[in-house]
């Protein structure tokens, strides 16, 4: 479908400069873009490459657009990156699966479905679970009993979920993701020298607006619940342990892992492949580099300071410590 | 259900120490407690917090108990952790998935199940594989050919097991979790510079009692067998090679990586994210910290001791190091 | 099956010492070796330990048979454990899944299959897909809309490919891997403090003969093509972010992450658990040591060098500095 360039500057709040009956089709990048696709170009250097490129039309910055000559029609956004999003979400929705139950899916009878949801194929839906208004589950999901999942959530294929797990609105969970798993929480007998399980019996609270990647494992509470807050984005194979209590607006990176118990501040960004032992506290805005590692029960302070190393110190300090050691070396 | 606190004393073991008729009917954390749950305290801080919740009962140490001034009754046992996970299987039994094979599971007419097993919705159990009494199976499960599952065992959603994978007795494996796929052995032809499979047909043999996490996967072996022994827990996302030889009683913590053919004794501990190369050789009792790790073939030897670092050095020996080197950063 | 020697050697070039007419029926280890079983020795050590096994027959090479002295038939090769992966080939073949839809599977009516396609149990096979000659997808696999899939594919269960994902021919994947979910790509809305993703609509693309482990996660371009070269080999547990180039006969050991962006040429090596940020370039045949990690925008360049540590460097420094420490805190 062809959408006129003034109608989407006007729906990104963009200001246009040039011809506004030039229609999109697509976005794409500069280098692979058609005849009928929306670019976006951040700065001076990429509005360049756009310029020349085959694309329709281009998104970009007061600044870079200052001294751009281009007959291309021009949509001047405070940040073109949000707007290019936007105006991705009208020009290519993604293909949606149809509302209604696919007729593989086993739902449970007790189970409540909102308006217009949608459950594909061989999905497994158990007792007492309720499911929101417009809430898509994917084909091979199994959602276990006394599931409660908000509205406009997109479940893709085959996640699990456990019983008891609570999901808000809005939130995204990629495909193989297990959500409210068993914690590792074993105690050793010193009579028989064996482990015994601890009791894993509480909840896994996911907050609105969460987006999940493929194949993370996120375990429920041991006693209490663990909790991920609202707008927190999750990358793929990360692990959150049982008791976790992460923040708002979170990023974490591929790969990283939280163990039992510790606490992320909101605006937090932990890097990719960071380990973060149990009963650790990452105040407001900490920032961890990638493979850093924090060890058992620290607290790690400092609003938009970088961390990195194991354990984990300010970037500056560490970087200093391998300057030193490389001179050292090489003596 | 309710049961008198008298009863659940007797069954864990546990000194009573007030009022046996009263009925607990949950286990809680003291701060969600509520009138009718059991708690834990191990120590005289955590026994006042628990004095002071809502909680009907209290589980603790006879050191802890000996100055509490409660009307609560205090089931007083010698290891409080071990007394708790008792008393909470027979207060909050897990709710079971009903004994039989769900309409549209898939089992091959060859396939031998026990008594009372469990198969779950869309699961397929292959040909000549062997179900022993009890066990359940979780919907979603894809079990291959000539499989054996002894008994008691808990597989829950989503579950591969390769073809001739062996399973002992009261095993739990989470969801997502793959065992015995083919073993990462490559060898590159010199003639055609191009990477060919070395054969991958050995066996996976997993002991009883063996815990394992979600999304972990474990290869079988090349031409001899992976074994995992009895007892051993693994957390989620671990990655467990070809041909590697555990122990008993092995803690496995998240996102640990083990390559093929190393050897871990018995009651070896490994902290998350710890990579351990191929051919290592960890004997007996020995704990790696976490994101540690042993490179190739080397031997780690001390039943206690700690190691950290990459390559791993005893604990003392690489704080001392992180000490030296942030004292030489900061002149 | 029995096979005489005579004619596996001559099936894999290899030259026979001894009597051709001994038959074989399986491959096994020297200590694992039934009196049917081939098995392979590569030096005069593990030759003479296969001398002594029960086994009926040995691949060896020219050196290592010299001085042997046994009345077992020797297969001497120029590759043994090549020849050794072509024998267990012929001699061994994978149980294959029967050729055909079962009846469980759930095929879109647009979909086009090639000739002895198997798809297996409960399968989901998307809109406009095409699957080429004699592919198998394993049971439980959920395959999107418009994907591409080659010939002679090995797609084990659960595996999830999303819309439009291409796939070459003779790929294997093991179960759980997710190929083609979104990447992790957000932008920081400046107004709100929110995060809100950027478009993630492009390609993954993946070569010939590439094989992919279990649970590995690869997403799709944001708006280009994720691409994974000819014959590369992943392991388990394996990340690989969006708009990542990888070339050909790339090896890439368990648990390692590939941050958005960055460029992997032909034959490198990367060990386990190594973290590649984003926008890195990694030269042809560069050698990454496990664990090992590489920060935002660095080339790495050198045929056939191993680079360890974090931030990673040749590992002749790599190791001096480590001498160097622990040399001082031994003062």
């Known amino acids: 479908m062809l959408h006129p360039i003034a109608e989407i500057a006007k729906e990104i709040d963009a200001r246009l400069v040039g011809d506004g009956a030039v229609q999109v089709g697509g976005i794409a990048s500069p280098q692979g873009a058609t005849e009928q696709d929306l670019v976006f170009a951040e700065d001076p250097a990429l509005l360049a490459a756009a310029v020349k490129s085959k694309a329709a039309a281009i998104i970009t910055s007061e600044a870079a657009a200052t001294d751009a000559k281009t007959k291309k029609p021009l949509l001047i956004a405070k940040q073109p990156r949000i707007a290019f999003a936007r105006a991705a979400r009208i020009i290519s929705p993604p293909r949606r699966q149809a509302a209604g ?15 217009h949801v949608s459950i594909g194929p061989n999905a497994v839906i158990g007792e007492d679970t309720v499911i ?5 589950i994917g084909p091979g999901c199994t959602i276990g009993s006394e599931v409660v999942i908000g509205r406009e959530c997109y479940i893709r294929n085959t996640v699990t979920m456990y019983s008891r797990t609570r999901v808000g609105d809005r939130v995204s969970v990629h495909s193989g993701t297990v959500l409210g798993s068993d914690g590792f929480g074993y105690v050793r007998n010193v009579t028989t020298g064996r482990y015994e399980q601890f009791p894993q019996v509480g909840l896994l609270i996911i907050g609105d607006d969460v987006e999940i990647g493929a194949n993370v494992t996120i375990d429920r509470g041991a006693l209490d619940a663990t909790v991920i807050g609202n707008g927190t984005k999750i990358d793929n194979l990360v692990h959150i342990g049982h008791n976790v209590q992460i923040g708002e607006n979170v990023i974490i990176a591929a790969q ?17 492949q960071v380990g973060i032992a149990d009963h650790v506290r990452l105040e407001e805005g900490v920032i961890m580099g990638a493979q850093s590692g924090v060890p058992t029960k620290k607290v790690v302070r400092g609003k938009g300071i970088v961390f990195w190393g194991t354990p984990a110190r300010p970037l500056r300090a ?8 490389a001179k050292l070396a090489k003596k």
């Open 256 to 272: 990283t892992g939280i163990s039992g118990s510790s606490v992320i501040a909101n605006n937090v960004i932990l890097g990719g």
């Open 101 to 115: 139950v696919h007729s593989t899916a086993i739902v449970h009878h007790s189970a409540k479905l909102g308006q």
């Open 132 to 136: 929101g208004d417009r809430t898509r």
């Open 318 to 325: 560490y970087l200093k410590e391998l300057a030193v050691l």
